[in-house]
């Protein structure tokens, strides 16, 4: 049961993991691009090139528009909370959030006035709710596989003894 437990919490983890970077959609800076997106929340990331050295924010003079039909989204500044994320080759860190009103496709620019090695990246945001479903769910795995594997231990040290 332990280990039914920790396969279940491991693979729960990974593919919640997979399901919020798997749709990362990365932009050349400078450059433009369009996008498919889903409707709601979605932060844009600074993304350097390194697995050691984490970006604190997006460089000075990076400007970054994100549009629909013509029509320009308003970005707030990331939030209250700021992401970090190093994917072995790459470290990024949160700088802008927006909503997608309906599914469909977007356009996401970024310029800089300086060369600085760089790109964004788009991604759906997960949002408190989808932080605290994460957590709950990676729990309730432990717990039910340390649970279920101490009422198998007892189990099997009562049918053990023999009758008196």
Known sequence: MIVAGGV?????????????????????VPGARDLELEAGAHTVYWEIPSTFFKPAGGPDGLKVSVSRDGAELPLDGGGL?????????????????????????????????VDVPGNLAVSRSLGFFGILKIVLGCLALMGIGVGGGIVVLLRGLKSTRSPA
């Open 81 to 113: 909370l700021t992401t970090r994320y190093s994917t072995g080759s790459r470290a990024g860190v949160s700088i802008h959030g927006f909503t997608a009103p309906v599914k469909g496709t977007y356009a996401v620019a970024a310029k800089l006035d």
């Open 8 to 28: 279940g919490f491991v693979v729960f983890l990974v593919s919640s993991l997979m399901g919020i970077f798997g749709g990362i959609q990365r932009i050349d």
